[in-house]
């Protein structure tokens, strides 16, 4: 009977356990789409605004906030290093010139997805500087289909029926979103605007194939290694600031002589660049999350291991201990009476005995 109801008890904190683990993956899932959600929303409609304002300062150079934007990428990659590492600069130190110096091939590695990944940011200013917020969020879906092409070409995955009808879906909805609509007007001012229509589109289905193709190569890079996430973003990021340093010294390289690299910089700019930042704050924000989520699981588990342990010694000490005396003197008092009213000459005889010891 004890054990009995022992191992349901048991069987009862596992299912606690169970639930309330389930209910926090739950809400870290929803908690992660919820800021994926909001921080691109914020980040496309952020970044068509800077691009789109009239001011009387010289608009600032897409090159340069891709450039500021990977050295804040650098930053956070190495804070989040020196977190793993204890907050030990000297450990952090070992470590990257263990795996940055001291490995350069697999360095070299990270060089290709670095040029796609800046190409396809300043591509990404290209597009919504030709086009409008919502056409530019519906055509960039499009990177969903080509990653899903290059993941089963590269990686060898296998998609199914569902998801397949699901990308044809997707691509038909961009497919009618860029369907031309008949209106009035000028025939000069609808050249001129289809042309920019034009290349907005064209920038942004590069950047669609771009972010496919460098963002399937970097997790088959991930899969192949045992590097941890962090130094290979740092190793991404250093190649990204180098990539772009170049590119913006060769397009813009008169008006950063001129009018420096922050020319045009503002509050919406160092806004636009903060989000720019968006695998690693993301990212960073679901790694938070996990990390809260895990320490307090394990830290309910343990209150409530030790809580249950010392309430059920208690509880069934004190149980045991009244059920005992109880059963006893009951049993007692039965059995002796029984006994003495069946053998009472025995009783006496037996006792009388003892007192003549």
Known sequence: MLQSEHDSSESRQEESSTMVSSIHSRRLKNLSLGVLVLQTTSLVLTMRYSRTLKEDAPRYLASSAV???????????????????????????????DEIVRKPLETMKLAIPAGIYTL????????????????????YQLKILTTALFSVSMLGRRLGSYQWLSLLLLMAGV????????????????VLSGSIQ??????????????GFAGVYFEKILKETKQSLW??????????FVFGTIGMMVYDGQRVTQ?????????????????????????????????????????????LSIYLSI?????????????????????LSIYLSIYLSIHPSFFFLECSVLFIR
Request: proline share 1%; with cysteine.
């Open 231 to 240: 130094v290979r973003n740092i190793q991404l990021g250093l190649f990204g």
């Open 198 to 211: 034009f290349v907005g589109l064209m920038a942004v289905l590069m950047a669609c194939i771009s972010s």
């Open 67 to 97: 450039v500021s934007a990977e050295v804040i990428k650098i930053i956070v990659c190495t804070l989040l290093v020196f977190m793993e590492n204890n907050f030990s600069v000297r450990a952090m130190n070992q470590l990257l010139k």
């Open 120 to 139: 396809q940011n300043n591509l990404l200013y290209v597009a919504l500087s030709n086009l409008d917020a919502a056409t530019y969020q519906v055509t």
């Open 175 to 190: 497919t009618l979103v860029q369907w031309p609509m008949a209106t009035g007007g000028d025939s000069e001012q609808k």
């Open 259 to 303: 009018s420096g690299m922050f020319q045009g910089y503002n509050k919406i700019t160092c806004t636009v660049v903060v989000l720019q930042v968006r695998d690693y704050f993301t990212f960073l924000s679901i790694y938070v999350s996990i990390y809260l989520c895990i320490y307090l699981s394990m830290y309910l588990s343990i209150y």
């Open 311 to 331: 309430y059920l010694s208690i509880y069934l000490s004190i149980y045991l201990s009244i059920y005992l005396s109880i059963y006893l003197s009951i049993y």
